[in-house]
Each structure stands twice: as structure tokens, then as C-alpha cells.
């Protein structure tokens, strides 16, 4: 059986529930728009959040485990299928790239003895795949940018025309504007302010954790790009 407390919470928190409620039904109908535009920011946000937490975990990880399985072992068989296994690591998928177009060289007579060139299209492979890994990288962070920098700007947009809205519904309606009066219709221009905060400040620390970690990633990725010229030039392309 629920003791007083908690009831008395669970009343309190139907009673914050209820005034935002009416906060939002008795607003303007601009103010109104300006917090259903900012909630559907905070809402993508929040699943962009949790998407790239969830697959830049994956990419380090997977990452970690190729590294350590490229360097240890020295069946490069071996190493390409586990790359083709690691499908979310951007460096696995520079191997595959790179082993690819090694294959293809190989295979072609007339570019055997082209060392500079056939290392050149190796080259090209691994910056091709770099390019499209890193766009996957930073898919979709810049809506977290953009949000973080436009959501306060935007609640104050719905603030201004909301504390506009009201001095004229008061002064039509009453001819005066004391506090008492004027401060329910400030209340709800406010909290679309609120509501723009609200969506811009995870979405700013998103963005700055999301970077570190993805310059992080690209520098795993360049440093792998020129251990694994080398070790095709040593073995490869003698």
C-alpha cells in the first residue's frame, strides 16, 4: 500500500503536469506553433542522441577489436573476413577497401610492374573509403548543431510574441495591466523559452561529445591509412 508520500508526489507531479497543459492551451496560437516546431526538435534530437551514442559505441569497439586482431595476426585472409564481419568499424572497412583494390591489382598483368601507380590506387581506395566513413560518422550531428544554436532563439521568438499578444489581449479587454493580470500571460510567453532551452542544451553537450569522439575515430583512421601504405609497400609492392 502506497504510503503519504508518495501520494502526495504523485499529486504534485499530475499537478505540474496539468499547468503545463494549460500553459500550452492557453497561449497564443504563434506561441502554441513555436512549442510544437521546438518539442519536434527536442524529440529528433533526443533519437539522434541516442542512435549515434549507440553506433559510435559500436565503431569503437569494433575498431578496437580489428586493430587488435590486424596487428596480431598475420593471415591477411584471416584479417579480411573478420573486416567484412566488423561492418560497423570505419578502419575494417578501410581494410576492406584497401585489400580490394590490392586483389584487383594483383590480378591485372599489365599494372604489375607499376609500383608508384598501383600504390597511388590503393591510396585512392582507402581516402574513398575514409571519405564515405566518416560522412556516416557525422550524419545527422549537425541537426543537434543547429538546434543547439537556433531552439533558445526560437522559444525567445515565441516568448516576444507571446508578452506582445497578451499586453494587447489585456489592454483591449481591461485597459490595464497590473501584475495580477498581466503576469499568467507572461507565464506562458515564458515557457516557450523554457521549452527552447529545454531542447538546446542536451543537444549542445550531444554535439560536443559526439565530436570529441569522432576526431578521435578520424585519427585512428588516417594514422591506419599510412601503417597499412607501409606494410603494402614492404610486402606488397617490392
Do not use: C
Not at 503519504?4 to 508526489?9: D, E, N, S, V
Not at 494549460?22 to 541516442?50: K, P
Not at 580490394?100 to 591489382?105: I, P
Not at 542544451?201 to 565530436?211: D, E, G, H, S
Amino acid at each position: 500500500m502506497p504510503g503519504p508520500g508518495l501520494g502526495i508526489a504523485a499529486a504534485s507531479a499530475l499537478g505540474a503536469s496539468l499547468d503545463i497543459i494549460r500553459l500550452f492551451q492557453s497561449a497564443h496560437w504563434i506561441v502554441q506553433l513555436v512549442m510544437v516546431v521546438l518539442a519536434i526538435m527536442f524529440v529528433i534530437g533526443l533519437y539522434i542522441i541516442i542512435y549515434k551514442t549507440m553506433y559510435l559505441k559500436r565503431a569503437t569497439n569494433e575498431s578496437n577489436r580489428f586493430l587488435d586482431s590486424f596487428w596480431k595476426s598475420r593471415d591477411i585472409e584471416q584479417i579480411y573476413k573478420q573486416a567484412q564481419a566488423l561492418r560497423n568499424s570505419p578502419i575494417s572497412q578501410m581494410f576492406v577497401a584497401g585489400y580490394t583494390e590490392l586483389a584487383k591489382l594483383s590480378s591485372d598483368e599489365t599494372l604489375k610492374g607499376d609500383r608508384e601507380g598501383s600504390l597511388a590506387s590503393i591510396e585512392r581506395a582507402l581516402r574513398r573509403a575514409q571519405t564515405v566513413e566518416t560522412g556516416k560518422l557525422d550524419s545527422m550531428i549537425s541537426f543537434l548543431a543547429t538546434t543547439g544554436s537556433a531552439a533558445p532563439f526560437i522559444g525567445l521568438l515565441g516568448t516576444v510574441m507571446g508578452i506582445l499578444f497578451a499586453f494587447i489581449e489585456i489592454s483591449e479587454a481591461t485597459g490595464a495591466a497590473t501584475l495580477k493580470v498581466v503576469g499568467p500571460h507572461i507565464a506562458e510567453a515564458l515557457f516557450a523559452t523554457a521549452v527552447g532551452l529545454v531542447a538546446a542544451i542536451p543537444a549542445v553537450m550531444a554535439y560536443n561529445y559526439f565530436t570529441r569522439r569522432i576526431k578521435v575515430l578520424r585519427s585512428e583512421m588516417e594514422t591506419f591509412e599510412h601503417d597499412y601504405l607501409n606494410i603494402i609497400k614492404r610486402h606488397f609492392l617490392r
